[in-house]
């Protein structure tokens, strides 16, 4: 089984974004309110997807497909972080309640 160096890098890094969506996955199922989640979902995801898009350009090599991911890429890294923010300020002008301790004891 010959590999290329290339697509052995492309794998490691496919395994490290696996990695972060599976964080970003469970912590939306185990974190307690909406703004734990919105901020684990926002960061891990946005994380492993700039590993698995730069994967698919080190194994795909430079061609365009390799242009349009970037260009992918680049519109998420962009409107994640902004549509987090959004989203988390809109929870707390409305009034959605921020989880405290003292929502554990209850």
Do not use: Q
């Not at 490290?16 to 703004?35: E, H, K, N, T, V």
């Not at 260009?71 to 923010?85: D, E, K, Q, R, S």
Request: aromatic share 8%; hydrophobic share 55%.
């Amino acid at each position: 089984m010959n590999l290329a160096i290339n697509e052995i890098i492309a794998v490691i890094l496919l395994v490290c974004s696996l990695f972060f969506f599976l964080a970003s996955a469970i912590g939306m199922i185990r974190l307690p309110d909406f703004y734990s989640r919105l901020h684990a979902s926002g960061n891990s995801e946005t994380l492993g997807l700039m590993l698995s898009c730069l994967g698919l350009v080190i194994y795909e090599g430079p061609t365009l497909l390799s242009v349009k991911i970037v260009i992918v890429f680049l519109l998420v890294f962009l409107a994640n972080p902004i549509g987090t923010h959004i989203l988390g300020k809109a929870a707390l002008k409305s009034g959605h309640p921020v989880w405290t301790n003292k929502d554990k004891e209850e």
